[in-house]
């Protein structure tokens, strides 16, 4: 089994900028699929971002393409979330997951792929 640790959420104002962390334990990190997502109060999980396991290939939600950038580095088995220019609407807790399983940009998106997922971390944009 895997364990995901997300770190890096807090309150910043509109604007701002985050990078969110994901560290992983227990498995063989470089072999997983990463993908980011996130939750607000009353709406479904959100595809943010998916990165696979060689680093070579990645997929974002057209939301946030070109503001959230996912990276991994995986001599630390550590998988980041590069947040920029926060708006309110951004506000969510947000989740890493790992996918033991090969790389497609379909399967990418969809919550059901994922084997592992991390607890949360809380991010609030004030006005």
């Known amino acids: 089994q895997v364990q995901l640790v997300e770190s890096g959420g807090g309150l910043v104002q509109a604007g701002d900028s985050l990078r969110l962390v994901c560290a992983a334990s227990g498995g063989t990190f470089s072999r997983f699929n990463m993908g980011w997502f996130r939750q607000a109060p009353g709406k479904e999980r959100e595809f943010l971002a998916a990165i696979s396991w060689s680093g070579i290939s990645t997929r974002y939600a057209d939301s946030v393409k070109g503001r959230f950038t996912i990276s991994r580095d995986n001599a630390k088995n550590t998988v980041y979330l590069q947040v920029n220019n926060l708006k309110p609407e951004d506000t969510a807790i947000y989740y890493c997951?790992?996918?033991?399983?090969?790389?497609?940009?379909?399967?990418?998106?969809?919550?059901?792929?994922?084997?592992?997922w991390g607890q949360g971390t809380q991010v609030t944009v004030s006005s």
């Open positions: 997951a790992a996918d033991w399983g090969p790389w497609t940009t379909t399967q990418a998106l969809r919550v059901r792929t994922y084997d592992y």
